[in-house]
């Protein structure tokens, strides 16, 4: 629905200038937008030329105090150098009284650059040699599917500086200078401060989010996931990203390979890529104590008939005290399937193993 939000022109307007960036850095680099850069399937604002970083939505039958901070948070993203686009409700749809509004919001590269340089970021300034490489990885023990199609190479690292700009790759590309989570992370930087009030303690879109005031704030991701829905003019081209990491990840065909975690890194930024190299290797580390622990339950089994314990409660015709004055009689041997389980999974191998997962979480 949001894709289709996004390609419907008759239904935007634009907040401010909706004239696209030219101006210069002080290293004389053009930071204009242009199209033959963007990655496939990149959703833009109707002029086809700025992309849409993030997307806020709000419904339109919120109290005046929610329209106040809405306009005000509008003007001083403007005031800030973002770029807005709305897209209001279909006006023959049943529900537009009350609909949805999405106001997309675009960073121009000047922007970004400044709170890169902020917050003190470090950027890409040269590939790193190919002799820089583990000795695993050059034994193929590290290969993921998706190193044959796409490889992702290191890069030599800077503080990135403005005045510096030429100094870095791709910096003749405003679209491809930063990555798609690293836009994602600036621009919800400047939304998380940014005021939506007088009071200088109100700011923030999450605060905005919790009041209700928008009823969702995200970035996009960068087309569909699956080739069939992109259309026939994209049928030439490579898959996107956002594709191959479907095709060579998300699928469950494909767990018991590595994960591909520098093109993880590469579409959904460090935080993730790092979360799911520790549920990898997590995972991984599973691997022998859930076989240890299979024997534990083997060995029950193969020693159940044998264990004096479980054969005098299951041949015992004992009756037992009842649990109560009109109680009926029990007798041992009704607890024998109890004694069973206890017994397969409570065993002489049980206290070892407990042993060796209490070192086993340590390490």
């Known amino acids: ?202 700011l923030g879109i999450d605060k905005l989010e919790e009041s209700k005031v928008y009823l969702a704030a995200f970035p996009l991701h960068d087309g569909s996931h699956t080739a069939e829905e992109v259309g026939p003019e994209m049928d030439d081209q490579e898959d996107t990203a956002r594709q191959e990491l479907r095709k060579y990840w998300g699928r469950w065909g494909m767990w018991y390979k590595n994960q591909p975690l520098d093109h993880i890194r590469e579409y959904f930024g460090e935080a993730v890529a790092f979360y799911f190299a520790w549920i990898g290797m997590y995972t991984v580390w599973l691997i022998p104590a859930s076989i240890f622990g299979l024997f534990v339950v083997i060995y029950g089994a193969a020693t159940l008939s044998s264990f004096p314990l479980v054969n005098q409660t299951c041949m015992s015709n004992t009756a037992m005290c009842p649990a109560c004055s009109n109680c009926e009689l029990t007798y041992v041997n009704s607890s024998c399937t109890y004694s069973k389980l206890s017994r397969l999974f409570d065993n002489e191998l049980t206290l070892v193993f407990a042993v060796i997962m209490s070192f086993w979480g340590e390490g």
């Not at 959703?43 to 992309?51: I, Y």
């Not at 034994?139 to 700009?165: E, M, N, S, V």
């Open 1 to 202: 629905a949001t894709q289709r939000l996004l390609t419907d022109p008759d239904r935007r307007r634009s907040y401010g200038s909706d004239s696209i960036e030219m101006a210069n850095t002080s290293g004389g680099t053009p930071l204009s937008s242009k199209t033959d850069d963007l990655p496939p399937g990149t959703a833009t604002f109707r002029d086809q030329r700025r992309r849409v970083d993030y997307v806020l939505v709000y419904n339109d039958d919120a109290d005046e105090g929610s329209v106040e901070m809405r306009e005000y948070f509008h003007t001083e993203l403007r005031k800030k150098g973002l770029h807005l686009e709305e897209i209001a409700p279909e006006i023959d749809d049943a529900s537009s009284e009350g609909g949805l509004f999405w106001i997309l919001v675009h960073a121009p590269f000047s922007v970004l650059t400044h709170h890169a340089e902020d917050m003190g970021w470090k950027m890409p300034v040269r590939v790193a040699d190919d002799d820089a490489k583990s000795t695993l990885c050059d034994a193929g023990l590290c290969k993921t599917p998706l190193d044959t199609h796409r490889k992702i190479p290191d890069y030599y690292a800077a503080l990135f500086r403005r005045d510096l700009l030429q100094s870095f790759l791709h910096h003749d590309s405003p679209n491809q200078f930063f990555s798609n989570p690293q836009r994602s992370r600036l621009v919800y930087d400047i939304l998380q401060n940014t005021s939506y009030s007088e009071n200088s303690h109100d």
